[in-house]
């Protein structure tokens, strides 16, 4: 029966190419094929209309098909039904992309197929599959599987990866992979361990596979050699898998190659790229000393010679290195876990300090003198604690000179002397003094991890430290001895990185600066301010080291006894000062760990960022033309072009 709902065209189509055609649909999805001496075409196209699926059908592919189904079948079924069918004539379905290709079986092995489309592959179906074998040689089972395999399929051995390459169907296949399963079961082979009393096992080793290449030629994958000699450094010992026939082959070699050494040892020099030659070699010397001892001592080879002997050549930073070969190979392993990159550390500070002052001074001053009589005042106020005493006014009226009023104020003053020789003044004085200053310094260092770094920025200043006159032939020789120091800011740490990313610091801080009121070297006086201590941190974090907060307030008041203690009146017979002196000082440090190459350039980049824009800022103040675009960080080192 033919579908009614089919076209018309199709179905006359159908009953010219296929005498005796009988399809019928039991159910939905289900459908009964019966065929017979039908074109082969013919059958592709109802397969087609049946699957959904697009056919290419090879124009040497001709036939007629004779198909005998009496249980409905699912259009999974249908499609492995056609391509037994396929197969009894000779052809095969190569599945694509897109399409499947109907071609010869022949032709079918040079053809990739796509199976992304089914979700169950059928057993008819030509595939190709590698098959690993894990004990078995693969090529020694290529003979017994071939007759097993279709004359038109494929199967080829790959002796580097121990498999075997299978086209045929799937279901042919899978006989196939359990057969193989069965042959590849592993050998009864026996360990067994060979103690070496003078040769060195890797050198032994290397001998072995050179001597003896078909059982431990390095061609094959590891897994899948049936023999192997293994080496156990740490103890100088062998280790053989195989079975007896091999193990007696391999102990007769080592009988003959385990002898003494004809040299007692071998030299060899070690170029370093990060440690230091001189502070290894010290290292090296403590640590295979005492290897040596244990070796002589209580060993596997009592009475064996361990000499050993090293140098470092600074010049080259390399070492020069003498022993045996079981120690040279411990030397191997050590440097080669201490000869890293060390990471470096950048560490930044702030210093940071804010101070501020208040000082105000109010004083009355007064004096009378007889000069007629005695050039000494009869009468007189005089307060040193504020401003201008009256003594250096009433001078300045008798010697006709003039004198500068205290600053910070306003200065009162009036004198006179009559002509019976009697002089007054008076001087009224009200001072006031404020000053605040905040000071940011921030310097920043790079060292390596557990190095000693230091920074200074500063002022190299003189100290007299003595001085001398000397008087010969009436001739004076002074002379003066002076001592320079640095004074400044200094920055000392020694940082340490742990494992997990926390940095221990060693700070010594200090922060000193000379005095603004003293100015000559024999009295010079610096304040200070210094801090050590040892802290931890982590990457990238800011702590405070420390700090001083300290407020000063003093008072100093002079007055006439008796007449300074009259309420109001008593201002005139009296001087005040008072003095309100702030200071914040704090220390803050922060840590960053540099790894590698790529952490050092991103910190250079951001110090060279800050430094173009300070050039800017002061090419913008000054009016000069900024530049298009900013020059590389390699500028810095020709003259001027940064600040041009």
Do not use: C
């Amino acid at each position: 029966m033919i579908n009614l709902k089919r076209p018309f065209l199709r179905a006359v189509l159908l009953l010219l190419l296929m005498p005796v055609v009988t399809m019928a649909q039991e159910s939905e999805g289900t459908w009964r094929l019966n065929l017979k001496d039908a074109d082969i075409r013919a059958f592709v196209t109802q397969v087609a209309d049946i699957t959904g699926y697009s056919f290419v059908v090879d124009p040497r592919v001709k036939g007629k098909v004779t198909v005998l189904s009496s249980a409905p079948m699912n259009k999974d079924e249908i499609y492995d039904l056609f391509l037994a069918v396929l197969q009894v004539h000779g052809f095969t379905a190569i599945p694509g992309e897109e399409v499947i290709k109907i071609v010869q079986q022949v032709d079918a092995k040079q053809s990739a197929e796509s199976l992304s489309r089914f979700t169950e592959i059928p057993s008819e179906q030509l595939i190709t599959r590698v098959i690993q074998v894990d004990n078995a040689n693969a090529l020694e089972l290529v003979p017994i599987l071939r007759p097993l395999v279709a004359k038109y399929g494929h199967l080829a051995g790959v002796a580097a990866a121990n498999a075997l390459i299978v086209s045929d169907h799937s279901a042919n296949i899978q006989r196939i992979e359990g057969i193989v399963r069965e042959l590849d079961s592993p050998s009864k082979y026996e360990v067994e361990v060979i103690q070496l009393e003078e040769a060195w096992v890797g050198d032994l080793v290397t001998l072995l596979q050179e001597l003896a290449p078909d059982e431990l030629g390095k061609g094959g994958n590891e897994g899948a050699r049936k023999y192997s000699v293994t080496a156990d450094e740490r103890s100088n010992r062998l280790i053989l898998r195989g079975d007896e026939t091999f193990r007696d082959k391999m102990r007769g070699l080592i009988r003959k190659l385990d002898q003494p050494s004809a040299t007692g040892g071998s030299t060899k020099v070690i170029r370093l790229s990060h440690a230091d030659a001189k502070n290894l070699t010290e290292i090296l010397k403590g640590v295979m000393g005492e290897l040596a001892k244990e070796t002589e001592g209580g060993g596997t080879s009592p009475g064996r010679s361990t000499n050993f002997s090293i140098f470092a050549d600074e010049g080259l930073n390399a070492l020069v290195v003498r022993g045996e070969p079981s120690m040279m190979q411990e030397v191997d392993l050590i440097v080669s876990q201490l000869d890293v990159r060390r990471a470096q550390v950048m560490i930044e500070a702030a210093i940071v300090e804010i101070s501020d002052e208040l000082g105000q001074d109010l004083g009355v001053q007064f004096a009378v003198g007889d000069e007629s009589g005695s050039s000494t005042p009869v009468l007189g106020t005089n307060f040193g604690n504020v401003g201008r005493s009256l003594g250096e006014v009433i001078g300045a009226i008798v010697s006709n000179q003039v004198i500068s009023p205290a600053t910070g104020g306003i200065t009162v003053g009036a004198g006179q002397r009559n002509d019976d020789g009697v002089t007054w003044g008076i001087l009224l004085q009200a001072l006031s003094t404020s000053a605040a200053a905040n000071l940011l310094s921030t310097p920043s260092i790079i060292t390596l991890d557990n190095q000693e770094s230091e920074i200074i920025v500063g002022q190299n200043v003189p100290f007299r430290t003595g001085q001398t006159t000397n008087t010969s032939a009436g001739l004076n020789n002074p002379f003066t001895t002076i001592e320079r120091r640095d004074i400044g800011l200094t920055l000392k740490v020694t940082p340490t990185i742990s494992a997990d990313g926390l940095v221990r610091l060693v700070v010594e801080q200090t922060t000193e600066n000379v005095a603004d009121s003293i100015e000559d070297a024999s009295d010079i006086v610096t304040n200070k301010r210094e801090i050590k201590t040892t802290v931890l941190a982590d990457d990238g974090e800011t702590i405070v080291l420390g700090g001083l907060m300290r407020e000063d307030y003093q008072v100093n008041k002079s007055k006439v006894p008796l007449l300074g203690d009259i309420p109001f009146l008593g201002r005139l017979f009296s001087s005040e000062s008072e003095r309100l002196v702030k200071r914040n000082l704090l220390v803050f440090l922060r840590p960053t760990i540099m790894f590698n190459k790529g952490d050092t350039v991103a910190a250079t980049n951001e110090k060279y960022n800050g430094l173009w824009e300070v050039n800017l800022g002061i090419r913008k103040k000054l009016g000069l033309p900024t530049p298009d675009e900013k020059p590389g960080i390699e500028s810095i080192f020709q003259p001027g072009s940064v600040t041009k």
